[in-house]
């Protein structure tokens, strides 16, 4: 999506609009099968869900030794649930069956990206140099992410489109290498973020929002 589409998409001020609004643009794959009157961590759910079927996707045209890897990635949303129930006595109440981290999260983003190096294949040169581009730029975003002081809305639209940019032009010197895929699939997920980001908003003006709920 272009900021056309993110604009039309933000002028909507209720979730029911901001759903049917998606339906009939870019992001309509991902508003399928949401309903505006389910609660945000029903919905949520079915986002992971829908992301989950993504990765397989892609997954299904990519060689076959990047498809662990790639479909490693369909946990990532479930790690900071898992961080915060592993630090609880018990599961919090807003925490449903069908939202559960598997066993298999890790319960930290260093043991996630030791997974997901893990499942790599070896890479020769040109790979590894993409990849590490790759992280380079997500340690960046991640770092600049965790000033306080400096927290602002226009300063994180910022390091998001910085994000974007370098990802993007990761993608593009590899478009050869995994690289590419990695790529795709995390300007992919920041979408599917920003999109997440609008629809919660709408749900807690609506009242649909849970308190206490872990972001």
Excluded: K
Excluded at 62 to 87: F, K, M, N, Q, Y
Excluded at 172 to 194: E, I, K, N, S, W
């Amino acid at each position: 999506p272009d900021e056309s589409d993110w604009s039309r998409l933000e002028s909507c001020e209720s979730a029911h609009a901001y759903l049917e609004a998606a339906r009939t643009g870019v992001l309509s794959a991902w508003a399928e099968g949401l309903n505006a009157e389910d609660g945000i961590h029903r919905l949520e759910a079915s986002i992971r869900r829908s992301w989950r079927g993504y990765l397989r996707s892609v997954a299904s045209w990519s060689p076959e030794s990047w498809r662990e890897a790639i479909e490693w990635c369909g946990c990532l949303p479930d790690v900071p649930t898992a961080a915060h129930v592993a630090a609880a006595e018990e599961p919090p109440e807003w925490l449903a069956p069908e939202q559960g981290a598997g066993a298999e999260t890790p319960g930290s983003l260093d043991e996630w990206r030791e997974g997901w190096r893990a499942r790599m294949p070896s890479p020769d040169s040109e790979a590894r140099a993409g990849l590490a581009a790759l992280e380079a730029a997500v340690d960046a975003w991640s770092a600049a992410n965790r000033d306080p002081e400096q927290a602002s809305v226009s300063r994180s639209a910022s390091l998001h489109e910085r994000l974007e940019h370098r990802v993007t032009t990761v993608f593009r010197r590899h478009a050869l290498g995994p690289a590419a895929v990695f790529a795709h699939l995390l300007l992919t997920a920041l979408d599917v973020q920003r999109f997440r980001g609008g629809l919660a908003r709408r749900q807690a003006l609506s009242g649909r929002g849970v308190v206490g709920a872990a972001a």
